[in-house]
């Protein structure tokens, strides 16, 4: 309960605070990209249910068919907007929603689902969140499975004390740009499961 109350007050107390940041964006996105503003996509919450993340559109409009498509469909602005990572300012009202949490793991596509495997399912147990123990750990330089094994490490140890150090983590490496580094980076590779003779559970 506190950890639900403590991402409320301070999305939205953060929300208040940027939106000047938030409106300009909006501006700038319009007058260099255009409609729609705002990218809506169907993500997997807690437990599996399903909800519609909001960010600010990065890409040229367009059907995503890969990772290496959406690379080229990237745009300078949208570029700027992830490597600042102010592209996920409106995630701040997912988590006032209740949708999400300030520190979890990274809400994925809903088609990822059935790909996971037993122990890449224990991620869903809490609430995907905006920052996490494997964005502070390398972000997309990570491997899938690198990335699943620091969100269940997450799940197991999950404490007020260890968000806020992620938290903290985050800002560090948001203010200086770290773990961007090339623009292969930039979007993760699909993840396409594990192979079948790979232990489920760790």
Do not use: C
Request: cysteine-free; glycine content about 6%.
């Amino acid at each position: 309960m506190f950890k639900v109350l403590f991402d409320f007050l301070t999305s939205f107390t953060g929300l208040i605070f940027l939106l000047p940041v938030f409106l300009l964006t909006a501006l700038m996105s319009i007058i260099f990209q255009g409609f729609p503003v705002f990218f809506l996509h169907k993500r997997l919450g807690k437990d599996g249910t399903i909800f519609t993340m909001i960010k600010f559109r990065t890409m040229i409009n367009g059907p995503s068919l890969s990772a290496e498509d959406d690379i080229t469909r990237l745009t300078r602005w949208g570029r700027f907007l992830r490597k600042t990572s102010i592209d996920e300012l409106p995630v701040l009202i997912n988590v006032i929603k209740g949708d999400m949490s300030l520190v979890g793991p990274r809400p994925l596509p809903v088609k990822y689902l059935s790909r996971f495997n037993s122990f890449q399912k224990k991620r869903m147990d809490v609430k995907p969140g905006i920052t996490g123990l494997a964005q502070i750990n390398g972000r997309n330089q990570l491997s899938w499975e690198d990335r699943f094994t620091y969100d269940v490490e997450y799940t197991r140890g999950k404490s007020f004390f260890l968000d806020l150090g992620i938290i903290f983590r985050t800002l560090y490496l948001v203010i200086f740009r770290k773990n961007i580094d090339s623009k292969s980076q930039e979007i993760m590779p699909e993840f396409m499961g594990t192979s079948r003779d790979m232990i489920d559970d760790k």
